[in-house]
């Protein structure tokens, strides 16, 4: 399984960016697809995550209500849509897949792609 991710960049504080994550072979609806997040220095962090079969969305206290992840079972893509950017969101972004149905340790996803970054500029 291999996971591409693209879609970062530099953006305004206020602005907002898409994320992709294209995965190869069949993503099946006992997975979870997340988006992780690492900034300098500090440790990687969950960010959102859906479950493939249902849809359903889980996120992390800190980017709620700005930040959407959906999927496109048919491209075998999942989104990140980031809203309302700030400072504190720079880093890298990974995407993950579990094969265990996990929805925020990190420990527990097995594939990752090789990160994608993001800038938010004050």
């Known amino acids: 399984v291999q996971l591409q991710a693209s879609g970062g960049g530099l953006v305004q504080a206020g602005g907002s960016l898409r994320l992709s994550c294209a995965a190869s072979?069949?993503?099946?609806?006992?997975?979870?697809m997340g988006w992780f997040r690492q900034a300098p220095g500090k440790e990687r962090e969950f960010v959102a995550t859906i479950r493939w079969g249902t849809g359903r969305q889980y996120y992390a206290d800190s980017v709620k209500g700005r930040f959407t992840i959906s999927r496109d079972s048919a491209e075998n893509t999942v989104y990140l849509q980031m809203n309302s950017l700030k400072p504190e969101d720079t880093a890298l972004y990974y995407c993950a897949r579990s094969n265990r149905g996990a929805l925020s340790d990190k420990g527990s996803f097995d594939y990752w792609g090789q990160g994608t970054l993001v800038t938010v500029s004050s």
């Open positions: 072979g069949r993503t099946f609806s006992s997975h979870t």
